[in-house]
């Protein structure tokens, strides 16, 4: 298995000393996902900002990233957001947020595409509704001419995903891209994101509350708590046999809500 993203004792601090995301140290490898779980505040969203170079400047970080063999450590800023730009795609919970409110859909995806890459409008406009099929949005040449707010809650998530995926980055880092999703509209892009997963050998960062859906997309599970990964492992040796005491309690919480409504559709 090949080692795609590691992070090495990752630390982040706030500006009065105190430890928000402490010693945590995972891995993503080729093709994979691994899925990072734990309750609100416990230091995801940190972890996912620091690999995206995207902590605030008053926190202060320590510890690697390591993407392919390149130290974070030993590169400047501008250099780690060059590599890192096209190779790491991320997505988030509001999708409406990171899209731009009076800028239609179809323009975001060609300037975004002709910044990296030198091609024709033409071109750009054609890769774009491509990536838009893929992502099962039915009339692309309306989407395209849509704004942000135009569009329902699922469909910006699609069009979030078709985005991060343009410039085929090698991680998708996806922050609770559903949460803010219907139950419904949560598995669709939940399946959709699992078999996207499959047809190519992208790994994907997974930040989730919930541990069903961890067990459905990832092939390995960290759980983390107040800014500390207390456990991880394969997603078989987590669901089976979790070690943690806060392990066993998500992993109750999770059998009870299975077994008790059965409504959860990519259980
Ligand atoms: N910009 C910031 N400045 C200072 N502290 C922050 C900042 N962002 C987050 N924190 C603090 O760091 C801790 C971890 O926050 P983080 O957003 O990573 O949690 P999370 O696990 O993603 O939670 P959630 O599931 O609610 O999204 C929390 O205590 C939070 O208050
Ligand atoms: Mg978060």
Redesign the pocket.
């Known amino acids: 298995m090949k080692t795609l993203l590691e992070v090495k004792n990752l630390n982040?601090r706030?500006k009065e000393g105190q430890s928000?995301?402490h010693d945590s140290s995972f891995s993503l490898e080729t093709g994979k996902t691994y899925a990072l779980i734990?309750?609100?505040?416990?230091?995801?969203?940190?972890?996912s900002?620091a690999i995206l170079d995207m902590l605030?400047a008053?926190?202060q970080m320590s510890g690697d990233i390591v993407l392919q063999g390149e130290h974070l450590k030993q590169l400047s800023r501008k250099r780690w957001r060059s590599i890192r730009g096209g190779q790491i795609g991320a997505i988030f919970q509001h999708p409406e947020q990171a899209l731009h409110p009076s800028i239609p859909i179809g323009r975001q995806f060609v300037d975004l595409m002709r910044s990296h890459l030198p091609v024709s409008r033409y071109e750009a406009e054609k890769q774009a509704k491509k990536m838009l099929s893929q992502v099962l949005l039915k009339d692309t040449s309306h989407v395209m001419s849509s704004y942000a707010h135009e569009l329902s809650g699922g469909m910006n998530q699609r069009v979030m995903i078709a985005m991060a995926l343009l410039l085929k980055p090698k991680i998708l880092i996806a922050?609770?891209p559903t949460s803010a999703l219907d139950v419904k509209t949560q598995a669709e892009i939940i399946f959709l994101l699992k078999e996207l997963i499959l047809d190519t050998d992208m790994s994907m960062l997974f930040?989730t509350?919930d541990l069903l859906i961890s067990g459905y997309l990832a092939d390995t599970i960290g759980v983390?708590r107040e800014?500390k990964i207390i456990e991880q492992g394969s997603k078989e040796n987590i669901l089976s046999a979790p070690e943690h005491e806060y392990t066993q309690e998500l992993c109750r919480h999770c059998s009870q809500r299975f077994l008790g409504k059965g409504e959860i559709p990519y259980a």
């Open positions: 982040i706030n928000l995301v734990g309750e609100s505040g416990s230091g995801k969203t940190l972890t900002k605030p008053h926190l922050d609770e930040i509350h983390m800014g």
